[in-house]
């Protein structure tokens, strides 16, 4: 089991959260907004809205084996934010979850972010193990609409890679009604990751979605529906050898 949710992502390290994101190729790193941001970008706690929360239910490779929930908020009061995370997954011979408090201050259009997170994993017959570790993040948000991401996973451990064990980085571009983003992911040992991702609104309410990744290689699409505040997202990830991972999510921002 360990082995197959390996492959959903090239970062062990870290496991997506969130369906704006899966629609576009999970590549949003640079784009970290709201609660999904939270899993994305500890940084983004400090920008944006002042209230925001996400609940999340991902499926990967159609097996209700692998079934994950998330789930995130945020609060932003002045320059300084602070966030909550929780992602669950409970198979029959593994069980893991991670629990993060995020905190982060912005400083100009620069935001800043602390997150230690809590992961625990229990393999059937054997005793529960549990890590306590520290991730470091920076959201650059431009008043051009360019937003640039970087965030450094597991930064005091004894690996060492690419901002620590694991690393990623993101850009994200907006204009009108289109937005792209393009992310970079890295953790030591294993190839390099990337991803690209566009978003369409044709509307107020509407949102189309497509992605392309690689390490492991996928494509993505995606749709989300946003009305006063609240937004439902839902996106769909073809893996090339593992097959479809449905990923559905609600999210409020106030």
Do not use: C
């Not at 941001?37 to 991902?58: C, K, L, T």
């Not at 609104?201 to 690689?214: D, L």
Request: aromatic fraction near 8%; proline fraction near 3%.
């Amino acid at each position: 089991l360990a082995a197959m949710t390996s492959q959903v992502h090239a970062l062990g390290e870290f496991i997506p959260a969130g369906s704006r994101s899966a629609g576009m190729g999970d590549a949003y790193v640079g784009l970290a907004a709201g609660g999904e941001g939270v899993f994305w970008n500890p940084g983004s706690v400090a920008m944006g809205r002042r209230i925001s929360a996400m609940v999340g239910y991902d499926r990967p490779f159609g097996l209700s084996e692998f079934d994950t929930v998330s789930g995130a908020s945020a609060l932003r009061i002045g320059v300084v934010g602070i966030g909550l995370q929780y992602q669950g997954m409970q198979a029959s011979a593994l069980m893991e979850t991670t629990s993060g408090l995020v905190l982060g201050l912005r400083v100009n259009a620069v935001g800043t972010g602390l997150r230690f997170r809590s992961v625990q994993a229990q393999v059937s017959g054997r005793a529960p193990r549990q890590w306590v570790v520290a991730d470091l993040s920076v959201l650059i948000v431009s008043s051009t609409g360019v937003q640039v991401g970087l965030v450094g996973h597991n930064v005091t451990g004894k690996k060492v890679g690419v901002l620590g064990q694991g690393g990623m980085g993101g850009l994200g571009v907006t204009w009108g009604t289109t937005t792209i983003a393009l992310d970079v992911q890295k953790e030591a040992g294993t190839p390099t990751g990337s991803a690209f991702g566009i978003e369409f609104r044709p509307s107020e309410i509407g949102r189309i979605r497509f992605g392309v990744g690689g390490h492991p290689e996928r494509l993505t699409m995606g749709l989300g529906v946003r009305k006063s505040g609240a937004e439902f997202d839902y996106g769909i990830s073809y893996h090339t050898v593992l097959g479809l991972s449905h990923r559905m999510s609600i999210s409020f921002t106030r």
